[in-house]
């Protein structure tokens, strides 16, 4: 079990749960409401929900607000959190704050999505447990586009086919490292070249990374797919789009 102190000294005794949980709502709330009272706020609370995404939720009034945290960072130290509430409060009051860089490594660490991507397939129920389709392979994608030098050697996610995309093609979680492509694509008579730029392109999201404040870089990997307007095309004419 691990030890915290809080600012004013005292050591507070995390609890755990089914995750191996090392931070309470009554830790949390603290945390949240030291950054909420340099902000205004006398009321705040804050608890751990199992989200689906990587999210937070708020409701507020003129003096209180209440937040709800996903649990995905409920392993997460006290400055990464407290980075969290300094942009969430930043932004409720209209303002603009880029994440602390203790934060962005560690919610882009390679120890948390391993720790956290189980959770999400499980909670992602419109995804298949496999990347073998009926027809298609997802793998082979993955290893033609490594074959023509458009991703990495060493490009780590996982792959799946979704149900009931509709007019998505394809979808990613750039923490979480997973990519889903809708099985509307599984299907005879695709063209190899576009089902691989439905996975390209959520690979760029990968590539690209937590946090680019624009889609240049983004926009700039696309273009490197050498069939990305005949790709697209086709796309559209299926009533699909990226």
């Not at 089914?18 to 830790?27: A, L």
């Not at 709800?68 to 130290?77: F, H, I």
């Not at 889609?215 to 005949?230: C, G, N, Q, V």
């Amino acid at each position: 079990m691990r030890n915290r102190k809080t600012a004013e000294g005292d050591v507070f005794i995390a609890t755990f749960n089914e995750k191996n949980r090392t931070v309470s709502d009554d830790h949390l709330t603290m945390i949240f409401a030291a950054v909420g009272e340099r902000h205004g706020y006398k009321d705040v609370g804050a608890e751990f929900a199992a989200l689906e995404d990587f999210k937070v939720r708020w409701q507020r009034s003129y003096n209180w607000i209440r937040f709800t945290v996903s649990d995905y960072l409920d392993r997460a130290p006290d400055d990464v959190l407290a980075s969290l509430a300094e942009v969430l409060f930043t932004k409720i009051e209209g303002g603009d704050r880029d994440y602390d860089e203790c934060f962005v490594k560690y919610i882009t660490s390679p120890e948390l999505t391993k720790a956290n991507r189980k959770d999400f397939l499980k909670r992602k129920r419109d995804l298949s447990k496999k990347s073998i389709g009926t027809y298609h392979d997802l793998n082979d994608c993955v290893n033609r586009l490594r074959d023509e030098g458009l991703i990495p050697d060493d490009m780590n996610c996982e792959l799946r086919w979704q149900d009931g995309g509709g007019y998505k093609a394809s979808g990613c979680s750039v923490l979480q490292r997973v990519v889903w492509i809708n099985n509307v694509l599984d299907q005879k008579g695709v063209p190899e070249h576009v089902l691989d730029y439905a996975v390209y392109a959520m690979m760029c999201h990968l590539i690209a990374g937590f946090g680019n404040r624009d889609e240049f870089e983004y926009r700039r990997l696309l273009s490197f797919y050498p069939m990305k307007r005949d790709a697209e095309d086709w796309l559209e004419s299926e009533g699909l789009y990226i």
